[in-house]
């Protein structure tokens, strides 16, 4: 499956921002999906995850309470809605796919930078 990221920008502390991530080139629905962040001279870091079917979603404590996750499997996209976003969520965002089954990361997307100025 590839991925593609998208919706990064600058946004202003205490601001929202939502990125995207459309996939194609297999069955969407098979795959659980991942939203993953890499800030400079950081380690890259789990956000949120997102079931195949959305019925179940997890939020890294960092985050949790501020961003959602979201998927339309008819459109393959996965949606990251981020709101009372702070300069420490400043990073590179990357989607990731998981099969189902599989405990591995093996699909990514390339990242989209999301800047919070304080």
């Known amino acids: 499956v590839q991925l593609q990221a998208s919706g990064g920008g600058l946004v202003q502390a205490g601001g929202s921002l939502r990125v995207s991530c459309v996939a194609s080139?297999?069955?969407?629905?098979?795959?659980?999906m991942g939203w993953f962040r890499q800030a400079p001279g950081k380690e890259r870091e789990s956000v949120a995850e997102?079931?195949?079917?959305?019925?179940?979603?997890s939020y890294s404590e960092s985050v949790k309470g501020r961003f959602s996750v979201s998927r339309d499997n008819a459109e393959n996209i996965v949606y990251l809605q981020m709101n009372s976003l702070k300069p420490e969520d400043t990073a590179v965002y990357y989607c990731?796919?998981?099969?189902?089954?599989?405990?591995?990361?093996?699909?990514w997307g390339r990242g989209t930078q999301v800047t919070v100025s304080s």
């Open positions: 080139g297999r069955t969407f629905s098979n795959y659980n």
């Open positions: 997102i079931s195949r079917r959305g019925g179940s979603t």
């Open positions: 990731a796919a998981r099969l189902i089954g599989d405990s591995r990361w093996n699909y």
